[in-house]
């Protein structure tokens, strides 16, 4: 349990990404550190040792800047799948409790953007809100390209996610907001939450703040990726298919299918 405030940051890293930092008094985490400088520049600035790193997936803009930051601290402790770790480091698995600041995160299996995607998640009573790591599986607003898995492995992925309480943070690892619900609009271009979450998220970009975290809730009242359920989808989704001159049946009730169909959509958007 920690003792002291724990600050949950992004260092903004490339064009657009998030290297989240948490840090408690002196000690510094970060997920997913593709880039060493902005990190090491963070810590300089705010007197922190790097104490942890939390890796999601092997992408180089998620761990291009892991080596670099083990040599500048070679007491650092590093946890990711198997794919992006040495054997000194730790192997985060399904299921695993993690120590991270005196917080205990639980590791989950969130294959479809890579077979080895992981997200850390985090309920300890010391934090405000509940908190989720979620490199690019989770997007706000949208989710991420299906690169090695299958489209019934993300949808079932971010089932999991979206059974997480509702007040969880979720922390992705892109500010790709905007672009995101552009498309969420047109899959469902009635939907008032999602009208009223573009206004407020066009307002922060105009003034270059971020727009992560998203809590659950949001997402699942605006992110077409976790609403394969509601009919609207359903219906946004077979039109698009039939444009696409597939004449394969798109049932109703195979939220699969149709989390497919509006992956394939967001593709080619």
Same mark, same amino acid.
């Given at each position: 349990m920690a003792n002291t405030e724990l600050l949950i940051e992004a260092i903004c890293a490339f064009n657009d990404n998030y290297i989240w930092a948490l840090r408690s008094d002196d000690t510094l985490c970060v997920v997913d550190p593709g880039d060493a400088a902005p990190v090491i520049n963070y810590a300089n600035t705010h007197k922190l040792k790097l104490d942890t790193i939390l890796i999601t997936h092997h992408h180089n803009d998620h761990i291009g800047g892991v080596e670099q930051l083990r040599k500048h601290w070679p007491d650092v402790t590093i946890f990711g799948p198997q794919r992006c770790i040495k054997p000194d480091d730790m192997l985060a698995t399904d299921g695993n409790y993690i120590d991270c600041l005196g917080l205990s995160f639980r590791v989950i299996d969130v294959p479809g953007h890579t077979l080895d995607h992981i997200a850390y998640f985090c309920d300890d009573a010391s934090l405000n809100q509940p908190a989720l790591f979620c490199g690019d599986t989770l997007f706000a607003g949208g989710c991420g390209r299906i690169f090695e898995g299958t489209a019934a492995q993300m949808f079932a992925s971010l089932q999991k996610l979206a059974a997480l309480p509702s007040s969880t943070l979720a922390y992705c690892a892109h500010e790709y907001t905007l672009s995101n619900l552009r498309f969420a609009l047109a899959v469902e271009p009635e939907n008032s939450a999602l009208q009223n979450r573009?206004?407020?998220? &066009?307002?922060?970009?105009?003034?270059?703040?971020?727009?992560?975290? &998203?809590t659950l809730q949001l997402e699942i009242e605006t992110n077409p990726f976790l609403r394969c359920h509601s009919p609207v989808v359903y219906q946004a989704a077979k039109v698009y298919r039939q444009q696409q001159g597939d004449k394969t049946p798109l049932l109703a009730d195979d939220p699969v299918a149709t989390f497919a169909a509006i992956r394939d959509w967001k593709n080619r958007f």
């Open positions: 573009i206004a407020s998220d &066009s307002s922060k970009r105009d003034k270059s703040i971020p727009t992560v975290p &998203s």
